[in-house]
């Protein structure tokens, strides 16, 4: 059984970090795509940042420079590491996981989704 579990999240104000983590169950996250998405009160779900099996990552636009998607194969564990937070990276961060080796930006081709953590940054 796959299973996602997020954590680190928190409040933080502008300019501060923090780092998410995802633990793994039930599958070998080194060989499917692995993401982190995130939704803010009344906008859509937005993909973050992707991680695919040949170990290329993705950044939205918005994130470039200041988040680092990285992996951790012996602990089955992928990050986020935020920085430079602003107001606007509030929301809530899914961790997410398709079955495919290689990442597509579309949330519903996910197969598996963690329960959230809530990511707030006050200006």
């Known amino acids: 059984q796959v299973q996602l579990v997020e954590s680190g999240g928190g409040s933080v104000q502008a300019g501060g970090s923090l780092r998410l983590s995802c633990a793994a169950s039930?599958?070998?996250?080194?060989?499917?795509?692995r993401a982190w998405f995130r939704q803010a009160p009344s906008k859509e779900r937005e993909g973050v940042a992707s991680?695919?099996?040949?170990?290329?990552?993705s950044y939205t636009d918005s994130v470039k420079g200041r988040f680092i998607i990285s992996l951790s194969n012996a602990e089955n564990t992928l990050y986020l590491q935020m920085s430079s937070l602003k107001a606007e990276d509030t929301a809530m961060y899914y961790c997410?996981?398709?079955?495919?080796?290689?990442?597509?930006?579309?949330?519903?081709?996910?197969?598996?989704w963690g329960q959230g953590t809530q990511v707030t940054v006050s200006s």
């Open positions: 991680l695919d099996s040949t170990g290329a990552v």
């Open positions: 039930g599958f070998a996250s080194r060989t499917y795509c």
């Open positions: 997410a996981a398709s079955l495919t080796p290689y990442c597509y930006a579309d949330a519903a081709l996910f197969d598996y």
